[in-house]
């Protein structure tokens, strides 16, 4: 629609201005549109030969995911390059092989244990490998009376764990890496004994996620919901046809680029969530206002046109919504995490395309048959005949929101507060490996470690202290003054003494925690050794000190993400922003926007929080006990959520603002909005909650959270947000809503949120309008 000059306030969007006229041929959405319609066969075919293609590079070209990933700059990285230098045998990454026998002693099998650690050592990229048993004729290492055993060997001698070492992380090892090692541990499990991997090394063993029944329950309630919203049986089918078709040419897509990059192992499953969620709610906005232009007398071709430069162009506006704030996630500076968003966007991009391409070819094949097929009455945006007035239940519900908008924003306000309460108690941190199921070997040989030598097993912390700049002379001194210093240490089980390297140029010990490697009193443990002991042992001289290991990175990573997370929502907050200026022009109702979707996430932030951390009903989804936050998943969660939101502000938000400048009535253009769009964005939402929702289903936890707090905001958005304290809000404001400075109009590029010259003209006997 064009959008009026300014009149004599300066409000762009507000009748009584001058209206622009409208171009005389058509757009290229309209044009893209009909042609497509037109010429289906060559649409489909393209589309199909791409689908094809996509998969054969794919199979033959497509790289593998892992969770690889480094931290330049930070304490955990710079000790291990130290380590890397003076001692690459202990500098690598390591992970523990884990050995039970129940029924006797691990003396009994040592040869078979030599036997394995030279088995381990051959493997490729293996730096060493430590055997747990003593020596033959050793007396097993006596601990002072009350000093917790840390291993490698259990009190009473049934379990130990092989340290393994190796150059690189070994989840980039790729999957077939695990028979090799399979191979070399079989010595043991014919001798009977029980051998299960740890750490990275386990992960990497994990059965590769399937994510096919999600998909299946997802599809099996998004035709449900559009069967029972709309009757029309090749209406409810297309949109899944198309979501999908984009998604696995999204999927083929990122499998390429992660040959020559490193994705994160959770990127396909992020990526799939995404790319249905939004492919089904494009398709099914565009083909409901197909429908709709059918029912109201237009040729099939045309109809598709007008739907692709109507609500195609609010596709995209919403598309590059999202992509803008899962661009706000390179923010955070951390490749891991922009990389994240990266995947995500490849699927958002895919649907779009297939949105305002394929769904036009399919709707000119199926012509207006579209509807032959029903459950039950056919109907597309109302249930109102072609031509009459616009007042059922939605409109009447509108209105009485309007008549008491103050008690609705109390209520909407109170319900969101009640539930973003556990936010204030939010703890972010790692989830380890003892939140996994037990189907999985990490799992088991975290059960192992804890039973026989306390949780602080799990996450043992490195300590390095480089002393190549301090005098030989003083450097007896300085190794006293570190190990008084580490004594006493709160929160420390154990700390080994420190011993110099070959060269006896670094000091190395480990640290032991009381807690589980994702408590908050292993993070205070990491925080308080690298931060204050260990520098003030050395203060006075030229000495560096570092905790490292993959617990003390997690412990970086984690503080790098929560110093920067609210960077990241400053960012995708002004950019969400300021599409929605651009698109309205409405000063008010671009803070309008921005402030309730930043209030209903906070909500489903609460939600994720009482499940995952407190506990709420998380055994019930496949959780063992309380886990943190994943560190990085609000980060995720704000950007994706902030994405999705704007979606459903922008289709409700550009039929207020058609309305509005047709006929001036801010309240009424609430109401006739709410009524038009209630039923496709209500379906819409339902699909997309159902969706996320069983990707909780997934082993993974983090997978299960994201899920989780996914469909939960996405629920919140489209019930309390939408029905409540949208139409609150709007009334409220009333024509100040589309107010923009003079100036400000001046200088903002001019976009549609549903495309010009198909709108209908402004009513020259509204309020204010053209006389």
């Not at 162009?313 to 990389?339: D, Q």
């Not at 039950?376 to 509108?398: D, L, M, S």
């Not at 309205?584 to 979707?597: D, E, I, Q, Y």
Request: aromatic fraction near 6%.
């Amino acid at each position: 629609m064009p959008h009026p000059q300014n009149g004599s306030n300066g409000a762009s969007g507000r009748p009584g201005a001058a209206k622009e006229p409208a171009s005389s041929r058509p757009g290229w959405l309209y044009r893209t549109g009909r042609w497509c319609a037109r010429h289906f066969v060559v649409v489909i075919a393209l589309w199909l030969a791409a689908l094809v293609g996509l998969q054969v590079l794919h199979q033959n070209y497509g790289g593998e995911y892992s969770d690889n990933f480094t931290l330049p700059g930070s304490q955990s990285q710079e000790g291990l390059d130290v380590l890397r230098e003076h001692a690459p045998t202990a500098g690598g990454y390591s992970s523990q092989i884990v050995l039970h026998d129940p029924s006797s002693p691990l003396t009994q099998v040592s040869s078979q244990v030599t036997e394995v650690i030279g088995n381990l050592e051959e493997l490729p990229d293996v730096l060493s490998a430590v055997d747990p048993l003593p020596q033959p004729g050793t007396p097993p290492p006596t601990r002072p009376a009350g000093t917790p055993n840390t291993g490698p060997l259990s009190s009473d001698g049934k379990t130990a764990y092989i340290t393994v070492r190796f150059d690189k992380q070994p989840s980039v090892l790729g999957k077939d890496y695990i028979p090799g090692v399979d191979r070399a541990v079989q010595p043991l499990r014919d001798a009977g004994v029980t051998v299960e991997y740890g750490g990275t090394l386990g992960e990497l063993a994990r059965p590769a996620p399937d994510d096919r029944t999600s998909e299946v329950i997802g599809f099996a309630v998004a035709i449900v919901v559009l069967l029972i919203g709309f009757g029309s049986v090749i209406g409810a089918v297309m949109p899944l046809v198309t979501a999908l078709i984009g998604v696995v040419c999204g999927l083929a897509l990122l499998s390429l680029l992660a040959a020559a990059f490193v994705f994160a192992t959770v990127s396909p499953t992020l990526a799939t969530m995404i790319g249905l969620g939004v492919g089904i709610d494009y398709a099914l906005f565009l083909i409901t206002r197909h429908r709709q232009n059918l029912m109201d007398g237009h040729d099939p071709p045309t109809a598709a046109a007008m739907a692709v430069t109507t609500s195609g162009h609010a596709v995209l506006v919403s598309g590059c919504t999202v992509i803008i704030a899962l661009s706000g996630l390179w923010v955070s500076g951390i490749t891991f995490i922009g990389k994240l968003g990266l995947a995500a966007g490849i699927t958002v991009v895919t649907a779009v395309l297939t949105a305002i391409t394929l769904v036009p070819a399919l709707l000119g094949m199926v012509g207006r048959n579209v509807d032959r097929f029903v459950v039950r009455k056919a109907v597309a945006e109302t249930g109102v005949a072609p031509g009459a007035p616009v007042t059922g239940t939605w409109h009447r519900y509108a209105m009485r929101v309007e008549r008491r908008p103050w008690r609705f924003l109390t209520g909407g306000v109170v319900v969101l507060a009640v539930l973003a309460f556990p936010l204030l108690f939010i703890q972010l941190g790692h989830i380890g490996d003892g939140a996994d199921p037990t189907s999985f070997t990490d799992r088991r040989a975290y059960d192992l470690m804890t039973s026989a030598f306390g949780p602080g097993s799990n996450g043992p912390l490195t300590l390095v202290v480089d002393q190549s700049a301090v005098p030989e002379a003083d450097r007896a001194a300085l190794a006293s003054s570190v190990q008084k210093a580490l004594t006493d240490v709160p929160n420390a089980e154990v700390i080994t003494p420190m011993q110099p390297t070959a060269d006896g140029d670094v000091l190395i010990g480990t640290a032991y925690s009381v807690a589980a490697p994702q408590d908050g009193r292993t993070t205070q443990l990491t925080e308080h050794l690298g931060n204050d002991v260990l520098p003030q042992a050395v203060s006075g001289t030229e000495a560096h000190t570092y905790v490292t290991g993959p617990t003390a990175a997690q412990v970086d990573f984690l503080e790098i993400v929560s110093s920067r997370l609210p960077l990241i929502i400053a960012v995708v907050v002004s950019l969400a922003f300021l599409v929605i200026l651009i698109v309205f022009r409405g000063l008010l109702v671009a803070v309008k926007a921005a402030v309730l979707n930043v209030i209903s996430i906070a909500a489903s932030y609460g939600v994720v929080v009482a499940v995952f951390q407190w506990g709420w009903g998380g055994p019930a989804l496949g959780v063992s006990g309380k886990v943190p936050i994943e560190s990085y998943v609000p980060m995720m969660m704000f950007a994706i959520v902030f994405g999705l939101s704007m979606d459903y502000e922008i289709f409700l938000l550009s039929r207020v603002h058609e309305a509005w400048l047709r006929t001036g009535d801010p309240e009424g253009s609430v109401a006739h909005a709410l009524e038009i769009t209630a039923r496709v964005i209500t379906c819409a939402a339902l699909i997309m909650v159902s969706v996320f929702a069983a990707f909780i289903l997934s082993d993974n936890i983090v997978v299960k959270m994201l899920g989780l707090g996914l469909a939960a905001s996405v629920l919140i958005d489209a019930t309390i947000v939408r029905l409540l304290l949208v139409p609150a809000v709007m009334t409220l404001l009333g024509k100040s809503a589309w107010w923009s400075p003079r100036w400000l109009d001046r200088v903002l590029p001019r976009v549609d949120a549903e495309g010009g010259g198909l709108q209908p003209l402004r009513n020259p006997a509204a309020p204010g309008g053209e006389k």
